[in-house]
């Protein structure tokens, strides 16, 4: 319907989230997801898109074709391995490199480059320098806001502080994913530099596909138990130590039939089989492991019946810049309890699909998750105006809709000349 020439070609970059591995893994999480939806959302509107990761594993495929007009591209960038993405910025100048000889092979230049996280932006500025592609940029997470909820900052720390500066003074359009996001980016990283506001998505069709009865059937559980529910990577920022102690202390301990169930998978000796140690630990001392379930990494086919079956859907997140599992919740009409936080505050609309408590806040989390489960007509309510507000706001086709009239107005600006302006060094 869109009648695109075949030079609307797109580059989405996105070097350490690949779009199309497996997600709910350690550094595999809403990065992924938004890129492979976006990648395929666009290129089901007549974009032809190339999205480009780094490879970190010998026996993965070079090209991974998605869609006649969609495909993963994986580009050397050091020892081909995973590397914890503080640690990737050195390899950065390989990935440039690599980006280019694919280009040359191929006989392609991408004009258009939409960049996903700092290192990426990194990326994308260097070729802006090179051969002029217009940029376009969205952060997933702002380093700005997020050293100030953790208790040691790593070393790459003032080169990303720098680097997300440089880039929102440097791209045609960076996306912020909600309101909350653009006013950090305001007040703690520039002044300058233009921001779109276009939210994330989910998979409408996908999540509210299954009723409650349906999703405890297949997965087990009876219709009287109260189901609480977490969805999401092991990572401490995450929160999920205040879950457990909220349900830990929970009123309705004893008094009805309980069940936490914590999705999301972790790797023994990495730092998210960590995380999940030390909560399983917390689950022992709290004295509920007896109602708490770990099934592991969930996949996007199967999380509908967790989202369906659950009573209510806790993201306690102590930072979150979007947060796409309280919108894939809300999708599946399920309240959802988070923190006052990010992207969660334009999301979660508080006491209309869900209920807002202070990060880290165990009693305030209790009360929140006791106050739904103890009211299911409300709660009802809640599920129905949460599914709402997703077909509203956030679909993915409605996003990749603003996305592409973005770039359409880009691509019709003339393509700039390669700015003089000296990028950051790597390995500096
Ligand atoms: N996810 C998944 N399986 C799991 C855990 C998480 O598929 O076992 C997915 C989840 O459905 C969501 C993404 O991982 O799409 C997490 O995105 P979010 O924005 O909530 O958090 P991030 O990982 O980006 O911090």
Sequence with gaps: TMNLATEQRIALISVHGDPA?????????????????VGEALAELGWQVDMFTRKVNVKQKDIVEHSPNCRTIRLKAGNVDFVPRDYIFGHLPEFVDNFLKFQKDNGIIYS????NYWLSSWVG???????GSNLVHTYHSLGAVKYNTVKTVPLIASTRLGVEKQILETAQTIVATSPQEQEHM???????GNIDIIPCGTDIE????VDRKAARAELGIP??????????????????ETLV???????LLGTEDFKLIICGGSRPGHSDGKERDRIEK?????????MTEFPGRVSQKDLPFYYGAADVCVVPSHYEPFGLVAIEAMASFTPVVASDVGGLQFTVVNEETGLLAPPQDVPAFANAIARILMDALWAEELGQAARKRVEKKFSWDGVAMQLSELYKSLSQQSVEQPSLEQPMVANS
Excluded: P, W
């Excluded at 500025?125 to 051969?131: D, F, W």
């Excluded at 996908?206 to 596909?209: A, E, K, L, P, T």
């Excluded at 102690?245 to 009123?251: D, E, I, L, P």
């Design 223 to 240: 219709s009287e138990t109260k189901l609480v529910l977490y969805v999401g990577r092991f990572d401490q920022r995450k929160g999920i």
């Design 186 to 192: 305001r007040s703690l990283v520039s002044k300058k």
């Design 245 to 251: 102690r909220a349900v830990g202390q929970s009123k």
């Design 21 to 37: 591995i497996e997600i709910g893994k350690e550094e595999a999480g809403g990065q992924n997801v938004y890129v492979r939806h």
């Design 206 to 209: 996908r999540f509210g596909c």
């Design 282 to 290: 917390i689950v022992a001392e709290l004295g509920i492991t007896q």
């Design 112 to 115: 258009l480059i939409h960049t």
């Design 125 to 131: 500025m260097q070729l802006k320098q090179k051969q």
